[in-house]
C-alpha cells in the first residue's frame, strides 16, 4: 500500500493531475479545482427530465447543463481520449442517482452502445466507461444488454424529427435476458432524448419491467 502511495505521488508530481472541467493544475488526489467546484453544480443536485418511450414517460435524471466548462470536459473525453475522467463522472452520477431513487429497486446497470466501425474509432464506449463504476457504486451488476445493429447519422447534426428517424430499429437486445428486469441504461449527454427512447423500447419490449435513464450532461435541443 505505502509503495502504491509513492508510486501515485511521483507520478502526479512529474504529471500534475488537472482539473476535470478547466484544465488547471489540482492538488495531488483531486480531480477538480476549487473554482470550477464553486461555479458547477455540485454532487447530488441536477435535474430529471421525462422520455416518451411507446406508451409511457421514462425518467432520466442528469447532473449538468450541457454548456461551458460542462461541455470542453465532456468534449475532450468523448473525442480527445480523456478517459480518466470518467471515473469522476461516474462517481457524481452515482451520487445523483442514489440521492433520486428513494427506494426504488433496480436490478442492473447498461449503457448505450456504438457501432462497431465507432468502437473501432473511437478506441472505447465513453457511456460503457462511466456506466460500469456506477453500477460498481451503487452495488449492481453491469450487463452489456444492447448493441447496435447498424451505422446510422450523427445525431448531433439532425433535427429532433430526424433524430427519430436516424435511430428506429438499429438497437437490438444481445446477452443476458432483461424480461422482469428493473434497469437503468445511462448514456453520456442527452438532448432529445431519442438514442434513450429507442433504447429504452428496445429493453422492454424485451420484458424489462422498468427502464430508468441517466446522463451526465444534459443539451437543450436548440444547441444540436
Aim: with cysteine.
Amino acid at each position: 500500500m505505502r509503495l502504491s502511495r509513492l508510486v501515485r505521488f511521483g507520478v502526479d508530481i512529474l504529471f500534475p493531475p488537472r482539473c476535470v472541467f478547466c484544465g488547471g493544475i489540482v492538488a495531488p488526489g483531486t480531480e477538480i479545482c476549487g473554482n470550477c467546484a464553486k461555479e458547477i453544480v455540485p454532487s447530488g443536485t441536477g435535474g430529471c427530465v421525462s422520455i416518451p418511450v411507446r406508451d409511457r414517460d421514462v425518467p432520466c435524471a442528469f447532473l449538468y447543463p450541457y454548456e461551458g466548462k460542462v461541455r470542453d470536459s465532456m468534449l475532450r473525453y468523448k473525442f480527445h481520449g480523456q478517459k480518466q475522467y470518467a471515473g469522476f463522472y461516474a462517481r457524481e452520477l452515482a451520487g445523483r442517482i442514489g440521492g433520486a431513487r428513494r427506494g426504488e429497486r433496480l436490478d442492473l446497470v447498461t449503457s448505450v452502445p456504438l457501432s462497431d466501425g465507432r468502437l473501432r474509432e473511437r478506441g472505447y464506449n465513453q457511456s460503457e466507461l462511466i456506466a460500469k463504476p456506477v453500477a460498481r457504486a451503487l452495488g449492481l451488476p453491469y450487463v452489456r444488454c444492447l448493441r447496435k445493429t447498424r451505422p446510422n447519422g450523427v445525431q448531433h447534426l439532425l433535427s429532433r424529427e430526424q433524430r427519430l428517424r436516424n435511430v428506429r430499429g438499429v438497437y437490438s437486445l444481445c446477452g443476458e435476458p432483461v424480461r422482469g428486469k428493473r434497469v437503468l441504461l445511462i448514456d453520456d449527454i442527452v438532448t432529445t432524448g431519442s438514442t434513450l427512447a429507442e433504447c429504452s423500447a428496445v429493453l422492454l419490449e424485451g420484458g424489462a419491467a422498468g427502464v430508468a435513464c441517466a446522463a451526465v450532461a444534459r443539451s437543450a435541443p436548440e444547441q444540436s
